[in-house]
């Protein structure tokens, strides 16, 4: 049976709706046509990139995904030791920076690819995603004002101790953000009963947890057993749905097994205005 889509993207009056899709891509080192497929029928705003290409011609390569997927490049990959950004022209960019995190002997290098995303207020807003234009004919938020989101695309260690620390390190930098909303989308590589999954979803609120949709588990495709990926809201969000598109109409079984060694998690949320200070 089909599985019933989330809320298309909107930018209205009261509140916008912003679909968000994390995505470990394993450097593009599979099946890219199929990548590209999952990415499109997911209709993203946002896509937190994990495992991007990070040697030889990796903007290449990450231009090359934001084109087959009609996005934007945003920030991250090499720069970032993996993790990366990808937008929609929904999303205005105010900033974007990438952090390396300290270094552990032995130990892959990690950081976070961040940035501080407005949608609304008239700039780079294509309203309504089924149209491409809102239906009075005109830019939504066109008053200037605009909803604030800050994004941080992160892919943990591997080692407990490590992985934990790093924990703590992604919530101080979602702190340091200073915007009224923001999320972290990443591999976790740690289980939901993990320490270093419980730092985050202490703080922040764990989309499957909150409004489970599709299916859970993200580790592997072939045989999904363990959920080490997910997307992370701050208060004030309303997370609509979060998942595993698994079924989701243009998502096949064949393109989620054959693109890369992860599945991916899409959410929708809800972000209402707030009111100036």
């Not at 950081?111 to 995603?129: I, K, N, Q, S």
């Not at 953000?177 to 740690?190: K, R, T």
Request: aromatic share 6%; charged share 25%.
């Amino acid at each position: 049976m089909p599985l019933a889509d989330l809320p298309g993207s909107t930018t209205g009056p009261d509140a916008a709706v912003v679909r968000v899709l994390s995505y470990n891509i394993r450097s593009m080192r599979d099946d890219r046509e199929a990548l590209a497929r999952v990415i499109r029928a997911c209709a993203p705003d946002v896509v937190c990139v994990q495992e991007a290409p990070r040697f030889f011609r990796w903007r290449k390569a990450a231009a090359w995904l934001a084109r087959e997927t009609g996005l934007v490049y945003t920030t991250g990959g090499a720069t970032a030791a993996g993790p990366m950004i990808l937008t929609s022209l929904r999303a205005h960019v105010e900033r974007a920076e990438d952090t390396l995190l300290p270094r552990v002997p032995g130990l892959h290098r990690r950081g976070f690819a961040t940035a501080v995303l407005r949608f609304g207020g008239g700039h780079r807003d294509t309203g309504l995603r089924d149209t491409g234009r809102p239906a009075n004919g005109r830019p939504e938020g066109g008053d200037g004002s605009g909803v604030r989101l800050g994004v941080v695309s992160c892919h943990l260690s591997l080692a407990e101790a490590e992985r934990y620390e790093q924990a703590g390190m992604l919530l101080d930098h979602v702190t340091a953000l200073d915007v009224p909303y923001a999320i972290a989308a990443g591999d976790i590589n740690d289980r939901p009963d993990g320490r270093a999954f419980r730092r985050i979803a202490g703080k922040l609120r764990d989309g499957w947890a909150t409004e489970p949709w599709g299916s859970e588990a993200t580790f592997s495709p072939k045989d999904p057993r363990r959920r080490i990926d997910g997307v992370f809201a701050s208060e004030g969000i309303e997370i609509i749905g979060c998942g595993v598109p698994a079924g989701l109409p243009g998502v096949t079984d064949a393109d989620l097994r054959a693109a890369t060694d992860h599945l991916p998690v899409l959410a929708a949320l809800r972000l209402p205005r707030v009111s100036p200070a």
